[in-house]
């Protein structure tokens, strides 16, 4: 990292289960610099959690509480930043991340559904997540991509191989 430096080293963008904290968390490692998730950041500035925030306030009032903490972090953090997948959906968002190296993780139905299926429910996902998830990724493709310097494909690649992509791509050296 130089003194110069403005932002964050990456912004990682995709949908709910591309794997964005994840491979945010080893790509910091490797980096040796600072990880943060704006979702982290919402939940101790709220004191609640995601799920709650959209069953008490609704969808609107996350979105705006999101905008609001992703430029903070986009103006604080140095390190790596991983985004919620609807932060994009926000066209003040969508123009603070053009000044930013961020990367959009790629990934299909199959993988994404399987993967969100491990983890902790997604509010938006609730009901049928296949289906969910299909029109959320339809809807939000064209904003992944417009933000994104560069797209990386995470279908059957461990998060470890999807950092060595991610790595590459940007041409940032390993630590
Ligand atoms: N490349 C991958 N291969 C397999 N599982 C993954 C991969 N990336 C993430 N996961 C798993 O998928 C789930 C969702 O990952 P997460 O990093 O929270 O995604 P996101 O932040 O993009 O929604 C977690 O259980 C995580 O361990
Ligand atoms: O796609 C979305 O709209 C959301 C994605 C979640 O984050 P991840 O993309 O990290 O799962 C979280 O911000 C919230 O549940 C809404
Ligand atoms: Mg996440």
């Known amino acids: ?3 110069t430096q403005t932002g964050p ?3 990682l963008v995709g949908p709910p289960g591309a794997g964005k904290s994840t491979v945010g968390r080893l790509l910091a490692e490797r980096l040796d610099c600072g990880y943060r998730d704006t979702d982290a950041d919402i939940v101790a500035g709220q004191g609640k959690e995601i799920a709650d925030i959209f069953v008490d306030d609704g969808e609107e ?3 705006e509480i999101e905008a609001e903490a992703v ?3 986009l103006a604080e ?3 790596v930043l991983a985004l919620g997948g609807g932060s994009v959906l926000r066209e003040g968002t969508r ?3 053009a000044e930013h190296p961020v990367v959009f993780l790629e990934v299909g139905l199959h ?3 399987h993967r969100v299926g491990l983890d902790a429910p997604r509010p938006l996902l609730l009901g049928n997540p296949r289906q969910r998830w299909r029109e959320l990724m339809e809807a939000r493709r064209p904003l992944y991509t417009q933000v994104a310097r560069v797209v990386v494909d995470t279908d059957g690649l461990s998060p470890d191989q999807v950092a060595d992509a991610v790595l590459a791509a940007l041409e940032l050296e390993k630590r």
């Open 111 to 113: 993988d994404a559904v």
């Open 9 to 11: 080293l990456v912004v």
């Open 77 to 79: 953090h140095r390190g």
């Open 1 to 3: 990292m130089t003194d």
């Open 61 to 63: 009032r996350f979105r």
């Open 95 to 97: 123009a603070l991340l």
């Open 71 to 73: 430029r903070t972090a």
